[in-house]
């Protein structure tokens, strides 16, 4: 395992429970909720809501951050977004960002009518990809009161854009245009095509960030295919609805979430650092921006050792009251 890597941890202080509600679609959307074995359930109590990373699912990353907040007091529910893992959509590994926003609130919604949750004391923690899914939500859901992303992606620009803006116009049309000629294929009950994702081989060829998510979705490290799918499906959204994040900017308004706090943490060697600092220029106060020494992108998933828990329980600590 990658130095600390801790992916798996399962902790004896908290108990789980897998629980399922319905998202406003009428979606069954799964998670696990996890109670601190000293909790008092005879008085309300402040809860966490916990997002996997893009195209993984709540055992990847999700699991582990929703414990070790349980561990510090917190209820927390890691849940799976719409289309991926035990949560329902059809076909499987849709994107939507509109539904997985949805997927945040409707936690809410279940989290809020249980006995011992304080209703006004509801956070948000997004890892990668959930991280703009739970800005999105946030912004138009005031019932989220704290907001932190983890090595996030603005999964928007990352599609738009690509990373440090390498993407070109017409490349994004090209891109646009081959989703476009599929959906023909696939109206006409032609094969389903999935994209991007992470790599199943690498080679001395391989790019610094394709080795870094092998290392966690293709090894033993963070490997899990959920039941009924494949391994070579996971992570891989389809190609005809990925295009779907061309429309999708998180950051726009993130300065309406004000005065609810935000905080977010990247290693300060993350390929992706420049979506949390563009976040952060244009979120308003209160904000902090938490650089990790050393980190990268995928090592804020799981390595245990440089994962800033205890700066996560002071701040939901100081902002759940």
Known sequence: MSNGAD???????VTLQKVTFKNQYQMNVTGNL???????????????????????????????????????????????????????????????PDIYAEDFSAAVDYLGTRPFIDRNQIGVVGICGSGSFAIS????????????TISMYDMGSANRNALQNSLTLEQRKQIIADAAEQ????????????????VHEINEKSSPVEKEFYD????????????????????????????KFMNF??????????????????GDQAHSKEFSESAYER???????????????VDLYDRTDIIPFAKLTSFFKDNLK
């Open 34 to 96: 996890f109670i601190p074995k000293n909790l008092n359930q005879n008085t309300r109590n402040p809860a966490i809501i916990v997002g996997h990373p893009m195209g993984a699912v709540k055992e990847q990353s999700s699991n582990l951050y929703a414990q070790k907040l349980a561990e510090q007091g917190f209820v927390t529910l890691a849940i799976d977004l719409s289309f991926w893992g035990e949560s329902e959509g059809q076909p499987r590994n849709a994107v939507s």
């Open 216 to 243: 966690f979705y293709r090894t033993p490290r963070g490997e899990f295919t959920p039941e009924g799918t494949t391994s070579q499906l996971t992570t891989h959204p389809t190609l005809t609805s990925n295009v």
């Open 249 to 266: 900017y998180p950051f726009n308004d993130i300065e309406t979430i004000s005065p609810r706090p935000m905080l977010f943490i990247t």
């Open 183 to 198: 959906r023909y294929v696939e109206f006409t009950a032609g094969e389903t095509k999935y994209t991007s994702g992470s």
């Open 7 to 13: 992916n798996f941890y399962k902790s004896d202080k």
């Open 137 to 148: 939500a946030a912004k138009i859901d005031p019932r989220l009161k704290a907001i932190v």
């Open 283 to 297: 979120a308003a106060e209160p904000k902090e921006l938490y650089l990790v020494s050393g980190a990268g992108h």
